[in-house]
Every structure is written in structure tokens, then in C-alpha cells.
């Protein structure tokens, strides 16, 4: 088992570690690179995932709705803490809600579990970034108008898959497996950007970082236990399910809080010190899921 966490994790961290030395000495231009993988690379993925029909999404509707639950049990597990504590809920909150199911997610997931975990890691992935841009958007600006949300690539991309999977509509191979290479891209981009903006991280709020980074996956652990026992979820669901709870902070809360000009000093040290907090956190994580993964039926 200290084999397989190694060989899941060590892949990871040494990309993000490639983008943390690269950015450190060549300064890259990490947004135009993000804009590029959210608008090109990753729509293709999550449309040739779901447009396959080779996998049944039906299969995935527990999953997504565990995963939802996840996602905004967190912050409703958390919000008296953090009244308690006189912390400032647009600053603090999302962050603990809307996880690096992209950056970090889709990579550790796919490496832990194989390819026959990409639908499942992409659908725990939708779920999220549906709710950061509508829930979220609406906690950080009540007016913030939800048909924006349709104007998003992956947003479009996830209707257009799911509607060519219902529909039963055949697509070629040789235009799924180039969408699958061009939206392979994504998952190694994510994690070089990763570590770029790792670098960023701003000690000086270090005790909200560490908060945040204890927080964070604790909240979606405590909401994912109680699922994993009522849901009817698959072995493979279940391990996919507890890994997502317990990722740390997605970047994109940064870069979104940078927008709407909401501490973006103090989100960005809960984000990237919580992502360090993973190298702890992940193997812990991935050690119980393989155990319940690989369990003897």
C-alpha cells in the first residue's frame, strides 16, 4: 500500500514541483496558461468523458449528488465556527467549500485509481466548479447573475457531453481519442500551474492558513463519512467521494476573490498554505481509500 501512495503521490508533487522551480527563475504568464486549459483543454476533456457512451452516467447520479452535498455541507458545518471566530465569511468560506478538484482532484484520482476513474473524478469535478460559479459567485455578490454561468466553456461543454450520451448520438473514435489527447493536456497543466502559484503563498497570515488548512478537509470528511454509509455507492465511487473531500482549497478561489477584490492576500494564503498542508493530509487520505478500494469482498 506505501508503495502505490508513493507512486500516486510522488507524480504529483513532482510536477508541481517542476512548475514551482520553472516559475521560480522564468516568471510564466500562469493566467494566460489557466485561461487556456479552463477554456480549451479542459472542455474537451469533460466532453469526450461525457460524451462516451461507454460510460454510463446514470451510474454517476449518487456520486454527484454526494458530491454536492460535500461541497455545501462544508460550509454550512462551518459557517457558526467561523461567525465564532469573528472571521470574514467571503474571505474565509469558500475556500473551505469549493476544493482543488481540478488542479489537484482529476490527477490524483486518475493516478490512484487508473483511467477507469476519469468519469468519476470528472463528475465530482462538474459538480464543483457548477457550484463555485453559481453558490459561490452568489455568497461573494448576491447580484452576480446566474445565466452567467452559461457562458462558461466547461459549462457548455458538460451540457453538450451529457446530451450526446442521453441522446445515444455516435461519434467517431478518431474525434474522441483527439478530444481525449487534447484534454489530456489539462491534467499535467493543472498541477505545473499548481506549483507556480505555489510560490505565492504569503506566510504572513500563516495562523488562518493553518486553520483553513486543518478546516478544509476535516468539514468534508465529516460530511462524506456519514454519505459513504447511506449512499448506495460503488467501491470505486466511494474511494473517488472520500478523496475529493479531503483535497484542500482550488486556486480558483484565489484568482475569483482577486476579481471582486475580497482579501485576495488572506485567500491566497488559505489556499496555497492548504494545499501544502496536502503533502499531510493526501497520503492519510489515500491510505484509507485504498484500503476500503482494494478490501476483500
Given at each position: ?19 514551482a ?7 510564466p ?46 460550509g ?34 486518475v ?25 459561490g ?71 488562518t ?39 484542500p ?31 499531510i ?17
Amino acid at each position: 500500500m506505501l508503495n502505490h501512495i508513493l507512486a500516486t503521490l510522488l507524480p504529483v508533487f513532482l510536477i508541481a514541483g517542476c512548475g514551482a522551480a520553472y516559475g521560480r527563475f522564468r516568471t510564466p504568464d500562469i493566467r494566460s496558461l489557466n485561461t487556456l486549459n479552463m477554456e480549451l483543454f479542459v472542455p474537451l476533456l469533460v466532453f469526450a468523458v461525457l460524451a462516451d457512451r461507454q460510460a454510463p452516467l446514470a451510474d454517476y447520479a449518487w456520486l454527484a449528488l454526494a458530491a454536492a452535498c460535500v461541497v455545501l455541507g462544508s460550509g454550512l458545518v462551518l459557517w457558526p465556527l467561523v461567525k465564532w471566530l469573528k472571521l470574514d465569511v467571503k474571505t474565509f468560506l469558500p475556500p473551505m467549500m469549493f476544493n482543488n478538484s481540478g488542479n489537484m482532484g482529476v490527477p490524483l484520482i486518475v493516478l490512484a485509481f487508473g483511467e477507469q476513474a476519469l468519469p468519476a473524478a470528472v463528475v465530482v469535478f462538474i459538480v464543483e466548479m457548477l457550484l463555485h460559479f453559481s453558490v459561490g459567485l452568489y455568497m461573494l455578490d448576491p447580484r452576480t447573475p446566474l445565466w452567467r454561468l452559461l457562458k462558461m466553456p466547461i459549462v457548455f461543454a458538460s451540457l453538450l457531453g451529457l446530451g450526446v450520451n442521453m441522446g445515444g448520438v455516435p461519434l467517431p473514435g478518431w474525434l474522441l481519442e483527439a478530444m481525449h489527447m487534447l484534454g489530456g493536456v489539462c491534467i499535467p497543466l493543472m498541477l505545473f500551474a499548481l506549483g507556480v502559484r505555489l510560490l505565492e503563498i504569503d506566510f504572513s497570515d500563516w495562523r488562518t492558513g493553518m486553520l483553513g488548512a486543518l478546516l478544509c478537509p476535516l468539514s468534508g470528511l465529516v460530511i462524506a463519512l456519514p454519505l459513504m454509509w447511506l449512499l448506495p455507492l460503488e467501491p470505486l465511487q466511494l474511494a473517488v467521494l472520500l478523496v475529493f473531500a479531503a483535497l484542500p482549497p482550488a486556486v480558483l478561489n484565489y484568482l475569483v476573490a482577486e476579481q471582486y477584490k475580497l482579501s485576495p492576500h488572506h485567500v491566497a494564503s488559505l489556499v496555497l498554505i492548504g494545499n501544502l498542508g496536502s503533502l499531510i493530509v493526501m497520503p492519510l487520505t489515500l491510505a484509507a481509500a485504498f484500503a476500503w478500494f482494494y478490501a476483500p469482498v
